[in-house]
């Protein structure tokens, strides 16, 4: 078995071996940690590395597995969580200073039940401050897109992506609230999926908004995003909002056919996407009519003012959230943009958020009704390839700069957070400059199968998931 | 909804306990007049009937 090939397997293959004992958790776990200790300086994808309980983790899952007992695909596999879950007795800063020493003694529900599927735990990953974007002094380094270290990996679960992408883990736990996980992945050639929100309990996640913070997987494949999400699924007592659903077996579908299955390409998103990422989502289209698909064109127009509605809302719930902490002695402990967002967010009267969330109201109808005419809906997953690390911390400089970078082009990602359909982000083409594009899926409330099931039929005629960066381009 | 100047902006931060630093009120007043502007459209919105609280997707029709 070649070590660095196993570094980017998908847990699918992973755990075959791992069960068959052809490969050992330890030594898995090794080549992960080294992995890290080699490329990590420059990546910045972790913020804390968990050496010591990561080897006593692949020590205990060896063990268990040569002892015939085995939890399951996530047995032994190495993986990373952002930074904003809670570790019960690891440092969890939800990448801000204000919380430079905080060491919980809880783990984030999400995290307890991967831990009781035999995961190993490689360390907790970079993002930005508070899972808002556009920070610019990040306290534990910048983190970077492997595909080209001056681009970024996506926001906010950006270690999550860049880690997943460059082989420092199998799989990563990554949080999105108006894109964090599907950003990251589209930036990064990965598969993540925004599950529906209630699907996943948000109990011991540092929170942002609490309508539209959902835990998801960041991973190589759709299959493997199945199997995650498998996991961490299903009611919690400890988060009132979580669902009582049942979760189905995410995997079992999978291989099922699309064909007659009817997708609509949102025309709003397509027309903010740059030509090269047009072009890319209408030649997936092909391949999944080629699969039997039936595609069509919808029309959701509240999607074009949707970057006004989420900041409008969720930036001021995140200003309520941190009120104490924009205050006193902690003030100058924040990145300044951070702290400039949401002294915004925390002046805005309060008849606009009232506004804002009516119109979410609207926009969820509308996105609704899109899905009563057509199974799936299909976005890019932004407008084109990863940008320059400088272009997401520059500052603005004019109220015609702010309405068209901010709000206007935020059709692709948040208008799904803001309506809570499960959303998933998957590899769908290459840009000219050789940088990964992103397809964007979108589904019923609690149908997570059929976009795992469209995006793993997409990835079983299409290479693009299988691409790998080089870690040598800077 | 009307623009802000600067001195809007430091005396309401003040109002509510809030102390941006100097350099920091010009791009505060700069996104709360680019927010009022971008939300002009979504105020012409028609929303009779529209719900103000996020509805659970356990709970959508």
């Not at chain 1, 200790?37 to 050496?51: C, E, N, P, Q």
């Not at chain 1, 949707?306 to 924009?326: K, S």
């Amino acid at each position: 078995v070649n070590l660095d090939e196993l570094a980017f397997a998908p847990v699918t293959e992973l755990a075959p071996l791992l069960q068959q004992r052809k490969v050992s958790p330890v030594e898995l776990t090794r080549l992960f940690l080294d992995r890290i200790s080699t490329h990590d300086t420059s990546l910045r994808a972790y913020i804390t590395v968990t050496t010591d309980e990561a080897l006593a983790m692949a020590r205990r899952a060896e063990q268990e597995i040569g002892q015939g007992i085995y939890l399951g695909p996530l047995h032994g596999i190495p993986i990373g969580v952002k930074d904003q879950f809670s570790t019960r007795g690891i440092l969890t800063t939800a990448g801000s200073r204000l919380m430079a020493e905080n060491v919980p003694d809880i783990d984030a529900t999400v995290y307890g039940r991967l831990r009781g599927a035999g995961v190993v735990l490689l360390g907790k990953q970079n993002m930005t401050e508070f899972a808002l974007g556009g920070t610019i002094d990040w306290p534990y380094g910048i983190a970077r897109n492997p595909w080209n270290l001056s681009l970024s990996p996506g926001a906010s679960s950006s270690g999550g992506g860049a880690a997943t992408a460059a082989g420092l883990c199998t799989v990563s736990l990554g949080e999105d609230t108006g894109g964090s996980i599907r950003n990251p992945a589209a930036y990064c050639g990965l598969v993540g999926i925004k599950p529906t929100h209630g699907r996943v309990s948000r109990h011991g996640a540092v929170p942002l908004c609490w309508s539209t913070d959902c835990a998801g997987p960041i991973a190589h494949t759709a299959e493997d995003c199945a199997v995650v999400l498998g996991v961490i699924a299903g009611h919690d007592p400890r988060d009132r909002i979580s669902s009582r659903r049942p979760v189905p077996d995410f995997r079992a579908g999978l291989n099922r056919e699309i064909k007659g299955l009817q997708l609509g390409v949102v025309r709003e998103a397509m027309e903010v996407a740059r030509p090269e990422m047009q072009e890319a989502i209408t030649t997936a289209a092909r391949v999944l009519e080629g699969l039997g698909a039936i595609v069509e064109e919808v029309s959701i127009p509240l999607v074009t003012l949707t970057g006004a509605i989420y900041a409008a809302y969720c930036d001021v719930e995140g200003a309520a959230l941190h009120q104490d902490r924009l205050r006193g002695a902690h003030l100058r402990l924040w990145d300044r943009a951070t702290r400039v967002r949401l002294m915004t967010g925390s002046l805005v009267p309060f008849a606009l958020y009232d506004r804002a969330a009516r119109a979410r109201d609207v926009l969820r109808a509308q996105v609704m009704g899109a899905l009563q005419q057509v199974d799936v809906l299909v976005s890019p997953s932004a407008a084109g390839p990863a940008v320059r690390l400088e272009e997401t911390q520059a500052r603005w400089t004019s109220i015609d700069e702010v309405v068209d970078r901010r709000f206007r082009q935020a059709v692709f990602t948040s208008p799904y957070s803001l309506s809570g359909h499960p959303a998933l982000s998957t590899p769908c083409s290459f840009s000219e400059t050789g940088l990964p594009l992103g397809m964007q899926l979108i589904g019923r409330y609690f149908d997570e199968a059929t976009i795992l099931r469209v995006a793993h039929q997409y990835q079983s005629m299409t290479p693009w998931h299988r691409r790998r960066p080089s870690l040598t381009a800077t | 909804m009307a623009e802000l100047s600067s001195e809007d902006v430091r005396f309401l931060s003040r109002t509510f306990g809030l102390e941006p630093l100097p350099d920091e009120i010009e791009e505060i007043t700069l996104r709360l007049n680019a927010l009022f502007r971008a939300m002009e459209p979504v105020e012409r919105l028609d929303v009779s009937g529209a719900e103000a609280i996020p509805v659970l997707a356990d709970e959508a029709r």
